[in-house]
């Protein structure tokens, strides 16, 4: 009985060392703070992804409106809303949101060219456009300068920041003979994270 009673307390004095053994171990890595540390330091990280979001006008949203124009001779006629008789102002905007975190690249494009419900049309080209990043009397200038529209999206305004808008002037030059009727097509805006290309 002796001979087993100091088998058990061998047993368990080892497995006590080994315990001492593996806590001294467990406790010396590089994560303890003991002794004369006073501080850890550890990494604490995000990723934060691209945000914008931009708005129409109301007034660009509806469409542009270029009225009624007269027919057999070569003219521009501008977009009714141009100048607005308040503030002399364009009333077509496009603004990007104040909690966007990315500037913003503008695009533009034309779905088609200006057809009428008769099966004529004229070209796209004939709608032009010009863009700033304010708005007044001269600003966005026009119509001499102005850019033609494009069927693909080409760059609009570059680097609207949050809070921020890029405003729009345009005009339609009315070939010589165009067939009389009810022309129109469709513009579409696109927004990119500046850099990133239309």
Not at 4 to 29: C, Q, V, W
Not at 51 to 80: E, H, K, P, Q, R
Not at 86 to 96: A, E, K
Not at 151 to 159: E, M, Q
């Amino acid at each position: 009985m002796r001979g087993h009673r100091s088998i058990d307390i061998f047993l368990a004095l080892g497995a006590f060392i080994l315990f001492l053994a593996f806590l001294f171990f467990s406790l010396s890595s590089s994560n303890l703070v003991s002794g004369a540390s006073s501080s850890a330091s550890f990494v604490s990280k995000v990723n934060i992804e691209k945000y914008f979001s931009i708005a129409l006008s109301d007034n660009l949203s509806t469409g542009i409106d270029f009225g009624t124009a007269s027919g057999g001779t070569t003219l521009t006629v501008a977009a009714l809303l141009n100048n607005d008789t308040l503030t002399n102002g364009t009333d077509y905007f496009i603004s990007v949101s104040p909690d966007s975190n990315v500037p913003v690249d503008l695009c533009i494009k034309a779905n088609n060219h200006l057809l009428s419900t008769s099966g004529a049309f004229f070209g796209v080209g004939n709608e032009t456009w010009s863009s700033s990043n304010s708005s007044n009397d001269s600003a966005p200038s026009g119509p001499f300068g102005a850019i033609p529209l494009s069927l693909s999206y080409t760059p609009a305004l570059l680097y609207v920041s949050a809070n921020q808008s890029a405003y729009f002037r345009f005009w339609l030059d009315v070939p010589l003979n165009v067939v009389e009727g009810a022309y129109n097509n469709s513009l579409s805006f696109e927004g990119v994270s500046t850099g990133l290309g239309c």
